[in-house]
């Protein structure tokens, strides 16, 4: 069986082909700046065939979709014979709200429901539907499709921790919630320690999804019990340019002073603020890194409020487990940032955690990161969204 992943963004698409005998990725890449002039097409196949930063207009996703399909199917990198030979299509949507609660067959329903939570993630959602209606146009009806949602995996925080203190009647009418995201990747790497550790019940284990965007989740025995990430991806700890948590009468303060509309402060905490609007520099970490080996102070106050932050909700998360029995780094900085993972680490001593320096050194690579004689097992663990979409995928189509 052969499934397509897609991840679309507003002007973007990112598409992997997977063979699920093997579980093999046959090939990936990204359509970029869909509606905007002198769109980008990359594509690379498990051969080594490479299409890098092609300049090809996609005025939509439909047009975007069709460039796919012929890199899939024709010319020297394809891997496809025929189109048919696609089984299913598997879609990443970000916020399925509480309607979602799991992975989901396309129907019109779905897509309408989808559609009605966009309030919710107005960057993500109209993308996906859009994703969804382009993949139909391509593929035809005969091709089934799945949803898979960032949010569904924190579904089983209870009230006490996705409730905010703000009056009931905006949960009641507006489904104001602490949602939580990067769900696939946390079900993921959790899934996986939770193989490494040799069973599931009776685990106390905190994810770390560290990247651009980033988010902790607190699992027992397999299922979420807290989350950083709330109605929206801008809260938890900083980040590349979102300023994650903070005083809500920051919010107001700064509208009143600089005479800003909800948009514009939207745009300021989401897209100016964090690693960036702190350090003055860059929101990559790389740029971090090296701006403070120059010295430059505001990038070293950058780092240090982040690993402070994340410091602090991890000793919050071992409180809310009664206890800790593995962590794990994950993501574009957790699986790269060696000194990042050392800082989290030695902040854990009090439970008895130990680092294998060796090990910690190391980068994008499965492997345990604790010390032989550490009570807590801590983990480097590569994430794998496009897997997992492709694993539920399989799984609901081969159930038809």
């Given at each position: 069986?052969?499934?397509?992943?897609?991840?679309?963004?507003?002007?973007?698409?990112?598409?992997?082909?997977?063979?699920?005998?093997?579980?093999?990725?046959?090939?990936?890449?990204?359509?970029?700046?869909?509606?905007?002039?002198?769109?980008?097409?990359?594509?690379?196949?498990?051969?080594?065939?490479?299409?890098?930063?092609?300049?090809?207009?996609?005025?939509?996703?439909?047009?975007?979709f069709d460039r796919v399909?012929?890199?899939?199917?024709?010319?020297?990198?394809?891997?496809?014979?025929?189109?048919?030979?696609?089984?299913?299509?598997?879609?990443?949507?970000?916020?399925?709200?509480?309607?979602?609660?799991?992975?989901?067959?396309?129907?019109?329903?779905?897509?309408?429901?989808?559609?009605?939570?966009?309030?919710?993630?107005?960057?993500?959602?109209?993308?996906?539907?859009?994703?969804?209606?382009?993949?139909?146009?391509?593929?035809?009806?005969?091709?089934?499709?799945?949803?898979?949602?960032?949010?569904?995996?924190?579904?089983?925080?209870?009230?006490?921790?996705?409730?905010?203190?703000?009056?009931?009647?905006?949960?009641?009418?507006?489904?104001?919630?602490?949602?939580?995201?990067?769900?696939?990747?946390?079900?993921?790497?959790?899934?996986?320690?939770?193989?490494?550790?040799?069973?599931?019940?009776?685990?106390?284990?905190?994810?770390?999804?560290?990247?651009?965007?980033?988010?902790?989740?607190?699992?027992?025995?397999?299922?979420?019990?807290?989350?950083?990430?709330?109605?929206?991806?801008?809260?938890?700890?900083?980040?590349?340019?979102?300023?994650?948590?903070?005083?809500?009468?920051?919010?107001?303060?700064?509208?009143?002073?600089?005479?800003?509309?909800?948009?514009?402060?939207?745009?300021?905490?989401?897209?100016?603020?964090?690693?960036?609007?702190?350090?003055?520099?860059?929101?990559?970490?790389?740029?971090?890194?090296?701006?403070?080996?120059?010295?430059?102070?505001?990038?070293?106050?950058?780092?240090?409020?982040?690993?402070?932050?994340?410091?602090?909700?991890?000793?919050?998360?071992?409180?809310?487990?009664?206890?800790?029995?593995?962590?794990?780094?994950?993501?574009?900085?957790?699986?790269?940032?060696?000194?990042?993972?050392?800082?989290?680490?030695?902040?854990?001593?009090?439970?008895?955690?130990?680092?294998?320096?060796?090990?910690?050194?190391?980068?994008?690579?499965?492997?345990e990161i604790s010390g032989?004689?550490?009570?807590?097992?801590?983990?480097?663990?590569?994430?794998?969204?496009?897997?997992?979409?492709?694993?539920?995928?399989?799984?609901?189509?081969?159930?038809?």
């Amino acid at each position: 069986m052969k499934i397509l992943v897609i991840n679309a963004g507003s002007s973007s698409l990112k598409y992997q082909l997977i063979d699920m005998d093997g579980e093999k990725c046959l090939a990936k890449g990204n359509c970029e700046r869909i509606g905007i002039e002198n769109g980008l097409f990359s594509y690379e196949n498990a051969d080594g065939f490479e299409i890098d930063k092609e300049v090809f207009d996609m005025p939509n996703h439909t047009v975007a979709f069709d460039r796919v399909k012929t890199a899939l199917t024709e010319g020297e990198g394809k891997v496809l014979s025929d189109l048919s030979e696609v089984t299913a299509i598997g879609h990443r949507v970000v916020q399925g709200g509480a309607v979602f609660t799991k992975s989901e067959l396309v129907t019109p329903w779905v897509i309408e429901e989808i559609d009605k939570l966009s309030p919710l993630a107005p960057l993500h959602n109209p993308a996906h539907v859009q994703g969804i209606r382009a993949a139909q146009a391509a593929f035809g009806d005969g091709v089934p499709q799945v949803v898979v949602f960032d949010t569904s995996f924190h579904q089983t925080m209870p009230p006490e921790a996705y409730m905010f203190g703000v009056p009931y009647e905006y949960y009641e009418k507006y489904a104001v919630r602490r949602y939580g995201f990067h769900g696939t990747s946390h079900r993921y790497v959790t899934a996986r320690c939770c193989e490494l550790l040799g069973k599931t019940e009776g685990t106390r284990i905190i994810t770390c999804h560290i990247g651009n965007g980033s988010s902790l989740a607190a699992v027992k025995d397999g299922k979420v019990i807290d989350t950083t990430m709330g109605l929206t991806p801008l809260d938890g700890f900083l980040m590349g340019t979102r300023c994650g948590a903070i005083d809500p009468s920051v919010v107001t303060f700064i509208m009143e002073k600089e005479g800003f509309n909800p948009t514009e402060m939207d745009n300021l905490m989401n897209k100016k603020s964090g690693i960036l609007g702190i350090s003055g520099v860059s929101s990559d970490d790389r740029d971090l890194a090296t701006a403070m080996e120059a010295g430059n102070e505001r990038a070293k106050l950058a780092w240090d409020m982040r690993s402070y932050e994340i410091r602090k909700l991890v000793g919050g998360y071992v409180t809310a487990l009664g206890g800790l029995d593995a962590i794990v780094f994950t993501a574009g900085v957790g699986e790269n940032q060696c000194q990042l993972r050392k800082e989290i680490l030695d902040s854990l001593s009090y439970l008895g955690m130990t680092v294998n320096e060796e090990a910690n050194n190391t980068r994008r690579t499965e492997i345990e990161i604790s010390g032989p004689d550490s009570k807590v097992k801590a983990y480097v663990i590569p994430t794998n969204e496009e897997l997992v979409i492709a694993r539920d995928t399989k799984a609901i189509v081969e159930a038809l």
